[in-house]
């Protein structure tokens, strides 16, 4: 299938299946003696996997690491593991952003909390004391 054809079934731009190309995670492109690339009908396959595991988080590399050059022959324990250590890497990713939203959400408060006569230059005094 020539490049055109499967930008068109997969909804992305030609230049970014080229790009995943370049960066080793579509494997097994043909180029004609015109120069023309062909994929297999698997590359499909392949575009779908690379899209949904950059939704889900995973780096180009990360997706690079896992896809065989031959999908019939996953590595279903590294598979796994990768899977895992997503799922830890975002929990991280939870537990910080809780905490950032904790520390917001406090400075809302002393922020809110100026009194009445009090400037806002002072108000900003008064939060970077308590801050510190």
């Not at 909804?11 to 062909?38: C, K, P, T």
């Not at 065989?68 to 022959?73: E, I, R, T």
């Not at 537990?95 to 009194?115: K, T, Y």
Request: glycine content about 6%.
């Amino acid at each position: 299938m020539k490049i055109g054809e499967l930008a068109r079934q997969s909804g992305l731009n030609a230049s970014r299946i080229r790009f995943y190309e370049a960066r080793g995670l579509l494997h097994a492109v043909v180029r004609g003696e015109n120069g023309y690339r062909s994929y297999p009908p698997e590359a499909l396959q392949v575009l779908r996997i690379i899209t949904g595991a950059q939704r889900a988080g995973f780096s180009l590399e990360e997706i690079r690491k896992l896809i065989p050059a031959d999908l019939s022959n996953w590595d279903q324990e590294e598979l796994l593991q990768a899977l895992r250590r997503k799922v830890t890497d975002i929990a991280a990713m939870e537990e910080q952003l809780r905490q950032s939203r904790a520390e917001i959400e406090r400075l809302l408060v002393v922020i809110a909390a100026r009194p009445p006569d009090m400037t806002c230059n002072d108000n900003a005094r008064r939060v970077l004391s308590e801050v510190r």
